[in-house]
């Protein structure tokens, strides 16, 4: 008995531990080649870390290409759409919850319907519309077609539900104004709910490629996403510069994502566990 | 009250001259105001391109003006002449089956060992285990290059130390699968088991004692309580992965240097779509690519669930 729960504690942990070895160490491998010189990505032996020790890669990066901008543009797209979405959002998460008005099951149904629809039968119509809205190579062409999406929205009504009628009528009872009820009661007690909308929003705009690639075509409008991965052809950088700009690029998403994990599972979850 | 009343005129501006009329139509017409800004992006932005894109699918379309009225005929086309789509939903196929039969089993051992108490470092773990969720495609795509590299990479060479010849992953047809199902289990594994970890999670603990009190053994806890009761989690995790395996467009693509791999192995539909639509500017088509494709993965994820219901059944 006590040696199978041993025996159980140790390939417990061996698993795990295997695991995460295999997902950080391609992530080691794009430290490492970010800060080598470039003869030494493609020479004998291959090493996990780098022999000599380089920032060629980053001077390269800022100073041969639009990376900087790339950055700017990316924070700046991806802020304002997330600002978008969680106001926009709450509001109609809070109308959907807690409210009864004229269409009201129709508009539902029509949320949960593109809940599941997959960006791409849209598409080509989205394609056309931006193009005759003048919004190619434009920072709106970004924001604001994907900036509500139906998981979004059924998100937060999922959060508002919770929220109790009665917190509501009391509030109503002594005089405050709908508005000043959904500012003072309502947002605050969904707050977690906001965060995972906003988080979701903002990564969304961070690691799209097709959208931008479809509708950005000028290089100081790229994204980061569209900049590294084209980076390779007109600019003539080598790999490392490459790596040394994925790495970049990651660290916000990274950090934003690592601080608030729980409740982003949380919100994911949210359908699954309660099926 | 003088407060509230002030909270109403900063907000709503266009109303605020008649706040009388206001106060007494408020509870009614409150929900519209909510409503509104997220209606009008939604109708103009969602609705209406789906909609639009049904009508352009039934267009001979060579640029953005409106075409030549030709009714089902690209989607005849598609289903009984265009061997490359057909090609592409049959790649979509395998890397969904490698989802559901390799990354679904992987990632559910791996939850019941996050779950374990006996598991050190367990924050760490969770951690690591959702990077590569939240990476960007584009940077894994750009990783993964460099890791499946055919002289120098990283896989090669720790094959190499164990006597295993140099494997042509990226460059030769039989390969470009197995590499990309190898990346999709390296980005999904994590996460899924994550997701399932949430699901054991609210399992009591006193159901799975009690059963062990009456002398079940670890196999049977597992086969008859844990796993049904996470079923509503295993049904997520499918059908997440059914639609992604449908809409995988990025790794792919970039994996392959903006193309489909060697003899079109590991062409995806939504590459596919890409490749008509903007290089070849065949708009209505692509549009027809776009909505047989969903109606496929509709068709996939209504039987999938009907099965499950089967499952629940006995």
Sequence with gaps: MRIGRWFSAISVNIIVFIGMLITIVPFVFMLGASFRPEAELFSYPITLYPKVFTLDNYIALFTRTDYVRWYFNTFLTAGLRTLLATFLSAM??????????????????????????????????????VVNLGWTNNYLAIIVPSAVTGFSI?????????????????????????????????VPLVRPGLGVVAILSFAATWNDYLWPLIVLSKNEMYLLSIGIATMQGPYEVEYGAIMAGALLSTIPILIIFLAMQRHIIAGLTIGAVRG | MESAQSAVVNVIPPTAAKISWWGRNERKLI????????????????????????IMSLHDIDSLDAGEYIGLDNYIRLVTKDARFGKSLVNATVFGLATVFLQLPLALALALALNSPV??????????????????????????????????????????????????????????????????LWIWVGSNALFFLAGLQTIPEELKEAARIDGASEWSVFRNITFPLLRPVTIFVITLGIIGSFSLFTQSFLLFNGGSGPRDSVL????????????NFKLGYAAAVGYLLTLIVVAVTVVQLLLFRIWGKD
Excluded: C
């Design chain 1, 92 to 129: 109609a998460g809070y109308a959907f919850a807690k409210f009864d008005f004229f269409l009201k099951r129709f508009f539902f149904l029509l949320v949960l319907v593109t809940l599941t629809l997959p960006f791409h039968v849209l598409l080509i119509s989205l394609f056309k519309l």
């Design chain 1, 154 to 186: 059924f998100l937060m009504r999922q959060y508002i539900l919770s929220v109790p009628d009665e917190l509501l009528d009391a509030a109503r009872i002594d005089g405050a104004s709908e508005m000043s009820i959904f500012w003072r009661v309502v």
């Design chain 2, 31 to 54: 929900p519209y105001v909510f409503l509104a800004p997220f209606l009008i992006i939604f109708l103009v932005f969602t609705v209406y391109p789906v909609i639009d894109s049904f």
């Design chain 2, 119 to 184: 598991l050190r470092f367990r924050t760490l773990a969770r951690m690591t285990f959702f990077m590569p969720y939240i990476t960007s495609a584009v940077v894994i795509a750009m990783i993964f290059r460099m890791v499946f590299e055919e002289r120098y990479g990283l896989l090669n060479g720790m094959l190499g130390s164990v006597g295993i010849e140099p494997i042509p992953w990226l460059r030769s047809a039989d390969w470009a699968m197995p590499a990309l199902i190898l990346v999709g």
């Design chain 2, 268 to 279: 995806m539909p939504v590459a596919y779509l890409y490749e008509r639509g903007f290089n």
